[in-house]
């Protein structure tokens, strides 16, 4: 049976990532991955790297080309390097040579320039595992601080799941001028994803470096323009991603901070434990946890149901000494006004829900230091 492409490009990458002859043989390591095309058997993979680590690759780039020959599927493969422009500085937290620069900008903008220049303060909606409504949060949190008059924006650095699009109801591409990509406007917030430019397998083939390297060109080559606040719906879990983007943003997040989003479970609760400690370590401020799908509330007649157990979050807002900031309904029309493109505080305001986020968005958006 024919393996998908995917999976080939997948394999693909693991070998580009491979030690051939010691420490410093690692392609991936010297350069950035371009992409990957597959036809009848045959690999072409495109890279970018600076002249200098061209020449240290073109030293195992046959080995690696035979390595990838032999995965099954494949017969042949050719690596070549697109450009040779110079890799950015790869700093002790970000191993990778960034991605190419989305905008089209040869030049690393990305490590010459102030991240964020005109953006005041940064809160970061993270959770400790997948699924548990950080991308909700981010979202009506968004549009909730802007009804409030800050001048926000909404980055969504989740790249293996980008899901800001979608719940937006925004299927457009961002204008590309001069090497800086322009934010999309969506219910008076500027709003970018990576879910804007490529297609979902393509974000779905990004290993660590690459991720990194993408999101890193988010902060840099996007034209926020002046924000009060840039709320960042942060990819789930507590790994080098959240890691490296939380060191990069230490200045803006301490005016802002980070929300840890939460459901009641008590595994749940331990995730989230995990991302209030990431966040501590780095001497964010953590502006507290939400507790999500906290109850349901029947639609017809608003009884109450605790689904899960309740005060499990507030409760361990309690233990780590951090503050709750409240629970959001489980509530059918959360997600079917997210699949509808519009998110729930504008489109039922007066639900609990919805009432929910302005609350949280009136907390936090009194939390926000403006000072330069
Ligand atoms: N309180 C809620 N009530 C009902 N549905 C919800 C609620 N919160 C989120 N959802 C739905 O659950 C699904 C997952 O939510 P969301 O994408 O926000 O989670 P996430 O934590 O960002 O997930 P991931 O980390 O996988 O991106 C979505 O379909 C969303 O509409």
Redesign the pocket.
């Given at each position: 049976m024919n393996k998908p492409d995917l999976s080939l490009k997948q394999d693909i990458i693991e070998i580009l990532k491979k030690d051939f002859s010691g420490s410093d043989s690692n392609i991936l390591s010297f350069s950035t991955l371009e992409n990957i095309s597959i036809q009848n058997g045959h690999a072409n993979i495109s890279l970018t790297t600076s002249k200098t680590k061209a020449d240290q690759i073109d030293k195992i780039r046959s080995i690696a080309e035979q390595s990838i020959a032999k995965i099954a599927g494949l017969e042949k493969a050719t690596i070549t390097f697109t450009s040779h422009r110079t890799a950015p500085n790869s700093s002790a937290q970000t191993t990778n040579t960034g991605h190419r620069p989305l905008g089209g900008s040869r030049k690393s903008s990305s490590n010459s320039m102030p991240l964020l220049p005109h953006v005041k303060a940064v809160i970061a909606v993270a959770?400790g595992k997948?699924?548990?409504?950080?991308?909700?949060?981010a979202v009506n949190l968004a549009v909730g601080l802007s009804q409030l008059g800050l001048k926000t924006g909404l980055l969504d650095a989740?790249i293996y799941?980008p899901?800001l699009p979608h719940m937006l109801g925004k299927n457009v591409r961002p204008e590309v001028k001069d090497g800086r990509i322009y934010p999309i406007d969506a219910w008076n917030i500027k709003t970018m994803s990576i879910g804007y430019l490529v297609d979902e397998e393509q974000a779905m083939i990004w290993r660590g470096p690459m991720v990194m390297g993408a999101l890193t060109q988010f902060l840099g080559e996007v034209e926020w323009g002046e924000l009060d606040v840039l709320v960042i719906?942060m990819p789930?879990g507590t790994g080098d991603a959240q890691l490296t983007l939380t060191q990069k943003l230490n200045t803006h997040l301490k005016r802002g901070g980070a929300v840890i989003?939460s459901t009641p479970q008590d595994i749940a609760l331990l995730d989230a434990r995990r991302g209030v400690s990431l966040f501590e370590r780095m001497g964010t401020p953590i502006l507290g946890l939400v507790e999500?799908?906290s109850y349901f509330c029947c639609p017809n007649c608003n009884h109450r149901t605790e689904l899960f157990g309740h005060g499990g979050a507030k409760a361990e807002a309690d233990k780590l000494h951090v503050p709750f900031l409240g629970e959001?309904?489980?509530?059918?029309e959360?997600?079917s006004s997210?699949?509808a493109g519009t998110p729930i505080i504008l489109s039922t305001p007066d639900s609990a829900?919805a009432q929910a986020y302005q609350k949280l968005s009136l907390t936090l958006s009194q939390s926000l230091q403006f000072s330069n």
């Open positions: 959770s997948g699924g548990v409504g950080k991308s909700t949060t989740d799941g899901s719906d789930p989003v999500n799908m959001v309904p489980l509530l059918a959360i997600r997210a699949d829900a």
